[in-house]
């Protein structure tokens, strides 16, 4: 008898009787559907290039070269040499854990349903669970296989009706069929897949389905990967200064910045550090290479590009700017910020084929092109004069495929103007896209930014004295990165990530990172000569309360965060905080987390019901509507849980979901379950990327999304396993924000410290209470000591100093 200790696997996949397995791999004859509507795009190249100028571009998959001994470095030790090989490896890593991905979300014997309009199309409806929440990246025109069900007079399932071979191989039945069912519609609020399914016999309405990985989308990354190699072979390369920037990038600074900005704004709201960038941005002085601005959460990403982008083309009516995003939804929001000023005409939202309508906002919709009941492309001569194109990193892939890249255009024009003049050989035509914008580049894959990069990439051997196209990215790198199948790190790691630590952004005397006592360095004369900064840090808050930021801004952000947000104090009076002045609570529970009998997740009852009594209450007060809270679960079987309790309790107004679907979100009220009470299972849910232990950045993410109110419902010597949640226990237990036990004290840890925030907060309320707000007639922040309060009459000093000489006209 083994002595060793048999470890459940937490995570085990649920029990799929074997013949339902076997009838998925079983021989079959394949029954193809019609395929969805899609842009023709060599039909569309045609229509304004002809083939005598702008010759058939073929688009063969993937020939990347995989290096075995690649495997998936570090994004941070990646270097030009190497470029092709890794990310060929890490691609084809991707995939794989891809295909497994979707393998664990077959669905067995289930339904197909039909209404009568659906029949007039052969169209079918599918169920999919945790199509709501994206688990699965399915889009318009994909294949899902679909095995049909048959029983025998007993009543058992028929596997396999053919016959073998005398080469032992299956040769299957006129009745042994596998439908590749095609995707035309998405409804991913309802977990509905519309299917096109031809030629059903309708023995049984039951089938398996599997669905498939659609190579078009894994074949368009490896390009970008080869293309780049390619771009990175050239001595003067445009894309090397993108990718692997270098001091010989970068420009010198002899002066001060100016104190005053003079240019006008599309939004007067910007403050001091987005018209910074704005300003750097639009002068070009910063060198030759991505301009990126680390916005933490709250502090007006979205606002500064939109202002960037906006500004670009008001500087020249010339200017064309591609805009592009990670995700559809990220998008979106872009082209409705931009739609406030500008018209169906100036601007193009830009969707894949591939893009389901449900999905797209009625707002929205005025500003894409829509052709045969699908999304396509605008003809050529319109879609030349839109100011703006939004987009995601992903469909950047469409300009490769019509051949509307800087590259595919710059020939056209080159080629016809010879066409036209042949002795005129001097004529060097000018870059369509003059800027590329990527939002959340946090969250966008490397090869998946390569697309939008080499749509805008100025052609090999780019004439001398040719403006080449800005590049300037916005995001975060510490909330949630790229959404990957495989977790090797050079996939998951950013190309944004992978830039900051590039010494030139890191090391550079003005970065986040080399702040003095919780405060962005600022540029002073005796710092000149210097490099000029090809970054922005923004620190201003304008979302949530200083006591939700405390710990994120000390954790994440250097202690850098400045509190800017107005009415935040709304929420004060609920009764549950308990007439303190900050809007945070820790609620310990003890209640056992349990899994579902199928491995569908990890759930808790206990907590379930402490999260919706806790909604209720502020209910009850009058203080918030349903729809202003906010429940999230890093596990998808309590998000259920809590969905379900909640239309028990007639509460489905409450926005209830997994933490990843909440990032860019906000609410006034966010409830967080941690839903993880043993220390059991840790280690499996760390291997898996699953829950909010030792997961910084959805550590981040979930207590960010709060503007007024924030509470944590938990177990305290469980987390605590974290150090990063120790730090934020051990300042609600010291600010008397906790409800529960009170015997748990915080382990020693560096980070475990009190915040420039917690600081400021404190000092505020002892001076509020003895009716002194102000000292020397100035408003102190962060003391603790004296020491301290010498340390901030100084920097006042400081500041003063250095809007002097900001204001000195040598």
């Not at 998405?186 to 389905?209: H, Q, V, Y």
């Not at 030139?504 to 002073?524: A, D, F, M, W």
């Not at 925030?757 to 002892?766: I, P, S, W």
């Not at 003391?783 to 340390?791: A, K, L, Q, W, Y």
Request: with cysteine; aromatic share 8%; proline share 7%.
């Amino acid at each position: 008898m083994s002595n060793k200790q048999v470890v459940l696997d937490a995570y085990a996949p649920p029990y799929v009787p074997l013949k339902l397995k076997q009838l998925n791999q079983a021989a079959a004859l394949v029954v193809p559907s019609t395929p969805a509507p899609c842009t023709q795009y060599a039909s569309y190249t045609a229509s304004f290039a002809g083939h005598s100028f702008l010759a058939s571009r073929d688009f063969p998959p993937g020939t990347t070269v995989e290096d075995p001994s690649s495997n998936g470095a570090e994004a941070a030790s990646l270097v030009s040499s190497t470029y092709k090989s890794t990310f060929a490896t890490a691609l084809r890593q991707e995939e794989t854990a891809l295909r497994q991905e979707y393998e664990a979300h077959a669905i067995y014997q289930t339904s197909l349903t039909q209404t009568p309009s659906d029949a007039a199309h052969s169209m079918y409806r599918l169920i999919v669970p945790g199509l709501r929440e994206f688990n699965l990246p399915l889009e318009v025109g994909d294949i899902v296989r679909l095995k049909q069900l048959r029983f025998d007079a007993r009543g058992e399932l028929i596997v396999f009706s053919g016959f073998t071979a005398p080469d032992r191989a299956p040769v299957p039945g006129s009745l042994d069929v596998c439908h590749e069912a095609v995707v035309w519609v998405i409804d991913r609020m309802n977990e509905t897949l519309f299917l096109r399914l031809d030629g059903l016999r309708p023995m049984s309405m039951l089938f398996n389905a599997s669905f498939t990985i659609q190579s078009s989308r894994a074949d368009a990354l490896h390009r970008a990967v080869n293309e780049a190699h390619a771009h990175l072979q050239e001595s003067h390369s445009w894309l090397r200064a993108m990718l692997f920037p270098t001091r010989d990038d970068g420009a010198m600074q002899h002066k001060l910045n100016p104190s005053a900005f003079n240019f006008e704004l599309f939004d007067d709201e910007l403050n001091h550090e987005q018209l910074r960038a704005v300003h750097t941005i639009l002068k070009e002085k910063y060198g030759r290479l991505p301009y990126l601005i680390s916005g933490p959460p709250g502090t007006g990403k979205t606002k500064t590009i939109v202002e960037i982008a906006l500004q670009l083309i008001h500087e020249h009516n010339t200017s064309r700017v591609l805009l592009c995003a990670p995700s559809d939804p990220a998008a979106d929001t872009t082209v409705h910020r931009l739609s406030k000023h500008l018209t169906p005409n100036e601007l193009l939202r830009m969707n894949s084929s591939a893009r389901s309508f449900p999905e797209v906002p009625a707002s929205i919709m005025p500003f894409c092109h829509v052709e045969d009941k699908f999304f396509s492309l605008p003809p050529f001569a319109d879609l030349m004069r839109r100011r703006i194109v939004v987009t995601t990193v992903r469909d950047a892939e469409v300009l490769h495929q019509a051949r509307l890249t800087n590259r595919d255009l710059f020939a056209l024009e080159r080629d016809f103007h010879t066409a036209l003049h042949p002795e005129d050989t001097s004529y060097v035509p000018s870059l369509h896209w003059t800027a590329l914008l990527i939002d959340e580049a946090a969250q966008a894959a490397e090869p998946e930014a390569l697309l939008s990069l080499l749509a805008v990439a100025p052609p090999k051997n780019v004439p001398k004295g040719l403006k080449e196209p800005r590049v300037v990215m916005v995001g975060d790198q510490n909330q949630l990165g790229p959404r990957t199948a495989s977790k090797k790190p050079v996939i998951q790691k950013s190309l944004f990530e992978r830039l900051l630590l590039r010494p030139i952004y890191c090391e550079h005397p003005l970065t986040r990172s080399k702040q003095n006592g919780g405060h962005v360095p600022r540029l002073t004369r005796d710092m000149l000569p210097i490099m000029k900064p090809p970054f922005t840090d923004l620190i201003r808050n304008y979302r949530s309360h200083p006591a939700i930021l405390a710990t994120p801004s000390s954790l994440f952000y250097n202690d850098t965060l400045e509190p800017c947000a107005s009415g935040v104090e709304s929420l004060l009076t609920w009764k549950g905080f308990k007439g303190r002045k900050l809007p945070v609570l820790f609620r310990d529970n003890r209640s056992e987390d349990e899994i579902e009998q199928d491995g569908g997740g990890w759930f808790n009852v206990g907590e379930a019901n402490i999260a919706l009594e806790m909604a209720q209450s502020f209910l009850r007060q009058e203080l918030l509507q349903p729809e202003q809270i906010c429940i999230m679960s890093p596990f998808r079987a309590q998000v259920k849980v809590l969905r379900k309790k909640a239309r028990a309790q007639a509460k489905s107004g409450i926005n209830i979901g997994p933490l990843e679907a909440f990032q860019g979100l906000e609410s006034r009220l966010v409830i967080l379950c941690t839903t993880r009470t043993r220390d059991r299972f840790i280690n499996q849910d760390m291997a898996r990327g699953l829950g909010v232990i030792h997961e910084p950045r959805r550590f981040n993410v979930a207590l960010t999304r709060a503007k007024q109110g924030l509470i944590v419902i938990g177990n305290p010597d469980v987390l605590d396993l974290d150090e990063n949640w120790a730090s934020f226990l051990a300042f609600c237990k010291r600010t008397g924000s906790w409800e529960g036990e009170l015997g748990w004290r915080a382990p020693h840890s560096e980070k475990v410290k009190r915040s420039r925030l917690e600081k400021q907060m404190h000092l505020r309320n002892m001076v509020e209470e003895a009716g002194d707000e102000r000292i020397n007639g100035t408003r102190q922040l962060g003391i603790s000591s004296r020491e301290e309060d010498g340390v901030w009459n100084s920097g006042v000093a400081a500041e003063e100093a250095v809007r002097d000489a900001e204001a000195s006209p040598n």
